[in-house]
């Protein structure tokens, strides 16, 4: 379909709830979301292009058509939404990592001698699946320690088959098996473990402790103190279990405390665990920046949740989600789990909220090189002004003047985000008898790209951004000289504030672009106009001086500009010509002018005193 096309279809849709999905050429679905009300979500992307991001406008180029679904509620939508966004895997999609390398621990409480597996994905089997949790190598780990602390077989033996077969093995001389394989041992008995081992997975860590002190109890009053030895010693390994392991698969954790964070190049999700006000343990993952945070926060905690198929009873989040209320009540469809989902407003919650974000915000500059951060602050930027590409090569322009004289100008050049010192230009403006900051720098932009167009040598890069210190005017003064050369490049000028600082950018029409909330964007655009500002205002200093300088010696009678020239080389300054001896002045000048330049300078000497 054509832009319009899509744009006529996107207008014919219902104001109903709803999810919808962008297909390119393919077929391929390249994006999934919901709306309240279709029509208007999706017409959105068709209606002012010009407003998108790049990221966005990227995607609604590869758009060829697109489908929707109608939902009976915005409930339905949300559902349907996460189901398709894990079936299709969208690459515009904010994505968690794929959680087939996450399996799942299986037990199946049907069977008469139930065991612990590992899964990679849950199954419709009927039995019980917790995780998924982080990679085999931990799911093993938390077998082998759930096996040692209950006393479970962890041999190759098949029950009941092999009950009565052959001996105790090592595993029960060890202490670390109960001897399951031997004549005696009851499948019920063997059950109430396992059962035990579930309400572990689950969370519920007191229950379990409640039990077993209850079982060692019973035994001892029965006068069974070898049963009631046996019940201790597991009821002091599960308080030894603790609850970190637990909590890093996910299932104990009372509180989570989500945290954003993106720079210019990554952006971390991270995620604290906390029990009884405890931080116990942390996930986190390292992903591409966002044009939206707060869509991507709201659409990497659904991924987070229903991929690990469990939840604490409490949520914090560093933004509001709007859909907060029926993500909860999907969590309690999927888990019978009441989950409170908020953003706090003061007290110890929010300073949990800022701790994570702290925390994602190390996480995310730890993997941040100096050229990925340089590359992003340049596709901000792009981002920021709807450049057609990232501004590799950006020159800065300005304009210094004394009372009107000594008129010059600046070209300053940032190549990848730093100063290329071999490319700055002065100029001096010519045939300006007043101060006229629009006329010299139409004068400088003209005369920098007219040899630019005849290639000379030091003017043949081509700017992919140019920066005027200035206004609206000032950038307007400098296109018309572009465009007098049939030329066009990307033209801002660089607004300070009543305090000397950078405060935007704006174009040549006088619409601003603020770039005080973008930090690197602003230290940069700062950087350039301070370095800018600067080389201009050595330029002028140093043409003045060098007036001054040549003046005063013009005064001097017999000294024309050959003289002068030797005394210069000679001396390097007028101050120290001052102070020469008449022998030192003699040895550059013939006696009767090295006489008049000491006798001009000490008579001055004289007359001020």
């Known amino acids: 379909m054509t832009f319009d096309q899509l744009k006529e279809k996107a207008h014919e849709l219902p104001l109903e709830p709803g999810v919808y999905l962008r297909q390119d050429k393919t077929g391929q679905v390249i994006y999934v979301g919901k709306a309240k009300k279709l029509r208007n979500r999706v017409s959105q992307y068709f209606v002012d292009a010009a407003s998108h991001t790049p990221k966005t406008r990227l995607m609604v180029s590869q758009i060829d058509h697109f489908d929707v679904i109608v939902a009976a509620s915005e409930f339905e939508a949300l559902v349907l939404e996460c189901s398709l966004i894990k079936r299709h895997m969208p690459k515009y999609n904010i994505l968690l990592k794929d959680d087939k390398g996450y399996p799942y621990l299986r037990i199946d409480l049907r069977e008469e001698y139930p065991a612990m597996t590992l899964s990679n994905r849950v199954l419709d089997d009927g039995a019980d699946y917790y995780g998924p949790f982080g990679g085999r190598y931990v799911t093993q780990q938390l077998i082998d320690t759930i096996r ?6 962890g041999c190759s033996k098949k029950f009941p088959r092999d009950v009565g077969k052959e001996r105790p093995c090592l595993n029960y001389h060890m202490n670390n098996c109960d001897a399951w394989c031997q004549p005696g041992k009851s499948p019920q008995t063997y059950q109430a473990v396992m059962k035990q081992v579930t309400l572990l997975l689950q969370g519920k860590y007191q229950q379990v402790a409640a039990q077993l002190r209850q079982q060692m109890e019973e035994a001892s009053e029965a006068l069974e103190f070898e049963q009631a030895a046996a019940y201790r010693d597991r009821l002091l390994a599960i308080e030894n279990l603790g609850k970190k392991q637990l909590v890093t698969a996910g299932t104990m954790a009372h509180t989570d405390v989500i945290g954003y964070y993106q720079s210019e190049a990554k952006a971390c999700f991270s995620v604290l665990h906390f029990v009884d006000g405890s931080l116990l343990d942390k996930d986190y993952e390292i992903l591409p920046v966002s044009d939206d ?18 939840a604490p009873k409490e949520i914090l989040l560093p933004f509001e989600m709007e859909d907060a209320q029926l993500f909860a009540e999907l969590l309690y469809q999927n888990l019978k789990k009441r989950v409170h989902i908020r953003v706090p407003q003061r007290g110890d919650n929010v300073r949990l909220v800022a701790l994570a974000n702290k925390n994602a915000r190390e996480e995310a500059e730890r993997v941040t090189s100096k050229e990925e951060r340089t590359n992003g602050t340049l596709k901000l930027l ?7 590409e990232s501004p590799r090569r950006m020159e800065s322009f300005d304009i ?5 004289r000594d008129i010059v100008a600046s070209m300053v050049v940032f190549q990848d985000g730093k100063p290329l010192k071999r490319d700055y230009k002065r100029f001096q403006v010519q045939d300006l008898e007043n101060q006229d900051d629009y006329a010299s720098m139409y004068q400088v932009i003209t005369r920098r790209f007219r040899h630019f167009k005849q290639g000379d040598k030091g003017f043949s890069e081509a700017p992919d951004l140019l920066l005027i210190d200035g206004g609206a005017v000032h950038a307007k003064t400098a296109e018309n000289a572009l465009r007098a050369l049939d030329l066009s490049f990307p033209v801002f000028g660089m607004v300070k504030d009543n305090r000397h600082r950078t405060r935007a950018l704006v174009t040549s029409e006088g619409w601003e672009i603020g770039i005080q909330a973008a930090p690197a964007v602003f230290a940069l655009i700062g950087q350039i106009q301070e370095e800018t500002h600067r080389f201009a205002i050595s330029y002028n200093r140093l043409l003045r001086s060098r007036r001054m300088r040549e003046s005063i010696l013009d005064q001097i009678p017999g000294v024309g500009e050959v003289r002068k020239k030797k005394l210069l080389e000679k001396f390097k300054s007028v101050s120290a010509i001052q102070k020469a001896s008449r022998e030192a002045l003699r040895e550059v000048l013939p006696a009767a002018q090295a006489d008049a ?6 008579s001055q000497q004289g007359e001020s005193t």
Not at 148 to 153: G, I, N, R, V
Not at 382 to 388: A, R
Not at 597 to 602: E, G, I, L, N, S
């Open 148 to 153: 040692l602390t209950f006393k479970l077989p």
């Open 293 to 310: 945070p707060n869509e991507a926060v709201s659409t990497l905690v659904k991924q987070y949740y229903l991929s690990r198929n469990c």
């Open 382 to 388: 792009q981002s920021m002004l709807g450049l057609p």
């Open 400 to 404: 210094s003047n004394m009372a009107g």
């Open 597 to 602: 330049v000491f006798d001009f300078f000490h």
